[in-house]
């Protein structure tokens, strides 16, 4: 299992942006398929987007697909998600999470070992 760190969040108003940045631990973040996921409170965890290893495929929960994207520096070892447009629904705990290596990324939480701590995003109306 890789280590996964974000940060970036914070509080924005309706309309704003913010980048959230994960950064991973270990010499194979080359070969790991990433995730986001969110988590609102008392509300189940949802996907958000996703990237293969060499940011080939990347996709999308349809409630943010044109408004955020995800990207990835191998170099650095740091998953990225850019967030525009943001919405008061779009509140929540972000959390990136990496499979293991050589695996095709999901919209599945149950398939990621590896977990960051999380990363509050409050868009306020």
């Known amino acids: 299992q890789v280590q996964l760190v974000e940060s970036g969040g914070g509080l924005v108003q309706a309309g704003g942006s913010l980048r959230l940045s994960c950064v991973a631990s270990?010499?194979?973040?080359?070969?790991?398929?990433m995730g986001w996921f969110r988590q609102a409170p008392g509300k189940e965890r949802e996907f958000v987007a996703l990237?293969?290893?060499?940011?080939?495929?990347?996709d999308y929960s349809d409630s943010v697909k044109g408004r955020f994207t995800i990207s990835r520096d191998n170099a650095k070892n740091t998953a990225y998600l850019q967030m525009n447009s943001l919405k008061p629904e779009d509140t929540a705990v972000y959390s990136c999470?990496?499979?293991?290596?050589?695996?095709?990324?999901?919209?599945?939480?149950?398939?990621?070992?590896?977990w960051g701590q999380g990363t509050q995003v409050i868009v306020s109306s």
């Open positions: 999470a990496a499979r293991d290596p050589g695996l095709m990324p999901t919209m599945d939480a149950r398939d990621y070992p590896s």
């Open positions: 270990g010499r194979t973040f080359s070969s790991i398929g």
């Open positions: 990237i293969t290893w060499n940011s080939g495929y990347t």
